[in-house]
Antibody, heavy 119, light 110 residues
């Protein structure tokens, strides 16, 4: 069974750094892109980007380019999303999801990580 | 990249059929057969229910169907059930090699 299990909720102050994780299992990690999606409180889904573990290739949404960094550790089949300096507007639920096909479909999702940024 | 346009809400009675539209442009929906639909219940991660316009993942009820005409994609749910009450989001691949989501539609089962 394909599973994506995300790290727990975080509460941070503006300006702090953060790295959240997405531990995968049940498939060949290197062969599928991992995507990240943001959902701000009470709002819709926003695509952040894709990361390909095999060669670390990235595709970022223009809206998130330079704001976050995607990465992965192949040895533990885990993907990461990180911020160097959080802002209050980063408060949201962040989902990781496996990219299923060339159509950029997300077929399996993590449970989400709630990030709260508040002074 | 502007979000795809969905109605904010739709409603229907049990047993009825409803359709949710998702309008984009030739840059996204109209240019590719790469539309997906996701169902999201409150407090739970989204779930894929339609991909590549018309295909259902394994385990998804055949009450869910997708279609596309020009720059507009549609999700139809037939035989509406109480458990279908949720938010629904469309998404599309774009010519900019990005992914764009719709704003979401809240389905209420009366």
């Amino acid at each position: 069974e394909v599973q994506l299990v995300q790290s727990g909720a975080e509460v941070k102050k503006p300006g702090e750094s953060l790295k959240i994780s997405c531990e995968t299992s049940g498939y060949t990690f290197n062969r599928y892109w991992i995507g990240w999606v943001r959902q701000m409180p009470g709002k819709g889904l926003e695509w952040i980007g894709f990361f390909y573990p095999d060669d670390s290739e990235t595709r970022y949404s223009p809206s998130f380019q330079g704001q976050v960094t995607m990465s992965a550790d192949k040895s533990i089949t885990t993907a990461y999303l990180q911020w160097s300096s959080l802002e209050a507007s980063d408060t949201a639920i962040y989902y990781c999801a496996r990219r299923y096909s060339t159509s950029d479909t997300f077929d399996v999702w993590g449970q989400g990580t709630m990030v709260t940024v508040s002074s | 990249q502007s979000a795809l346009t969905q109605p904010a809400s739709v409603s229907g009675s049990p047993g009825q059929s409803i359709t949710i539209s998702c309008t984009g442009s030739s840059h996204d929906i109209g240019g590719y057969d790469y539309v997906s639909w996701y169902q999201q219940h409150p407090g739970i991660a989204p779930k894929l229910i339609i991909y590549d316009v018309t295909y259902r993942p394994s385990g998804i009820s055949d009450r869910f169907s997708g279609s596309k005409s020009g720059n507009t994609a549609s999700l139809t749910i037939s035989g509406l059930q109480a458990e279908d009450e949720a938010d629904y989001y469309c998404s599309s691949y774009t010519a900019s090699i990005t992914v764009v989501f719709g704003g979401g539609t809240k389905l209420t089962v009366l």
